[in-house]
């Protein structure tokens, strides 16, 4: 009897709640007959896309409720309200979600009220029935488990008129595809700018100074070559210096764009020498991927790699200058949909991304720079750095193999 009682508790709360929000709904009418007279008197027009955005907020509240009585969320479709203001009315004039929407807030004014007005007979009855009588008799409740049956009636009918259909599912879905298409655009154009501006300033300050010098030196070794034998042979060995610096910038910039140890020894050994040159005492473990450069069918596509070298290479950096710790350890894992890189050091965690990019020198450096690469590759990075460590690296890197 207890149990009923309390089950009947809740059903009638549940009941009492959607009478409340039938009331909102009636409000939501007269603020929708306003919103569309504003509308076609076009002075108002901006009213619209707000007036939208409430009624989705109170439909989103529903939802909610009716995933919480029944045990099943509620999907959702609503085509982004977004741009400038012509597009958003179109936006909010067209969208499927927003019609359903309006559907279930007409409906629900009736419905909601009556079936709320419905238990309070029924809750008088259960006292003079199931109070009274099934108190003496000891028989089980009749009457109270009808408002549980009210308010599941009441969640079923929106739960039909609130799941979206079909086509309005794929259209939204479409559109926060297209919304996160065009921002990982975004990274990916504001990250290839950094790294062009970073290389333009590594030739800059590197290899096109020590050429200039190196052009310079032979330039006066050539003056002094019949004059002073020794002083030009003095100035050839600079220059000779200044060309193997000149190399070694080159070949540095290179490494910054696509390390070659990735062609030579595949991404398993390039991890490796990354591993053994970090300066931590780093593990390495590896699964599903074969050793070496020549691996067929069992490494992924070169701008695959290159990210998770890249990522391996950001992490073991930020564990050597902040983590405070002197181990690590590294994970690649293929998976049927990809690559999985996690790289764990045991240091006292607290890292934050915005100031580690910003240590690394930011835009296309650091783990937003990081973020940005692989975005580009549509895959994602996972950053977990508790106060007390550790700090875990996780990046997914979808690929065909």
């Not at 709904?25 to 002075?43: E, G, K, N, P």
């Given at each position: 009897m207890r149990e009923a009682i309390r089950d009947a508790g809740r059903a009638w709360l549940h009941l009492a709640v959607g009478a409340a929000i039938?009331?909102?709904?009636?409000?939501?009418?007269?603020?929708?007959?306003?919103?569309?007279?504003?509308?076609?008197?076009?002075?108002g027009a901006g009213v619209l896309p707000e007036s939208v955005l409430l009624l989705r907020r109170l439909a989103g509240w529903e939802r909610r409720r009716t995933a919480e009585w029944t045990g099943?969320?509620?999907p959702e479709a609503y085509l982004p309200l977004e741009g400038p203001l012509p597009a958003r009315v179109r936006t909010a004039v067209a969208d499927p979600g927003t019609r359903r929407d309006l559907l279930w807030a007409a409906v629900q004014i009736p419905h909601g009220i009556v079936l709320w007005c419905a238990t309070l007979p029924l809750l008088v009855v259960a006292f003079l029935v199931d109070?009274?009588?099934?108190?003496?008799?000891g028989r089980p409740a009749v009457t109270l488990p009808l408002v549980g049956r009210l308010a599941d009636r009441a969640a079923a009918l929106s739960r039909e008129l609130l799941t979206p259909v079909p086509s309005a599912a794929r259209d939204a879905a479409l559109a926060a595809r297209i919304e996160q298409l065009t921002a990982t655009r975004a990274g990916a154009v504001a990250a290839h700018g950094a790294e062009l501006r970073r290389i333009e300033r590594d030739l800059h300050d590197g290899a096109q100074a020590r050429l200039v010098a190196l052009s310079m030196r032979i330039g006066l070794a050539r003056r002094a070559y019949d004059s002073d034998p020794a002083a030009a042979r003095k100035l050839l060995d600079d220059a000779q210096e200044q060309a193997e610096e000149a190399l070694a910038e080159l070949r540095h910039v290179v490494r910054g764009i696509h390390p070659p140890i990735l062609t030579d020894r595949g991404l398993t050994g390039a991890v490796r020498a990354l591993a053994a040159s970090s300066g931590l005492e780093v593990e390495v473990t590896v699964t599903g991927l074969a050793e070496g450069p020549d691996a067929e069918g069992h490494r992924a596509p070169a701008a695959v790699e290159a990210a998770a070298y890249f990522a391996v290479a950001e992490a073991l950096t930020n564990a050597a200058k902040h983590g405070g710790t002197d181990r690590a350890s590294v994970l690649l894992r293929r998976e049927r949909a990809g690559l999985h890189v996690r790289v764990r050091d045991e240091g006292g965690g607290g890292a934050e991304e915005a100031e580690r990019a910003a240590g690394a020198g930011g835009g296309g450096s650091g783990l937003l720079g990081l973020r940005r690469r692989v975005a580009a590759l549509d895959g994602t990075v996972l950053l977990t750095s508790p106060l007390g460590g550790p700090t875990v690296i996780e990046v997914e890197l979808p690929c065909v193999w």
């Open positions: 039938s009331v909102l709904c009636c409000l939501m009418a007269a603020v929708a007959l306003f919103t569309a007279f504003l509308t076609l008197t076009v002075i099943r969320p509620v109070g009274v009588w099934t108190g003496l008799a």
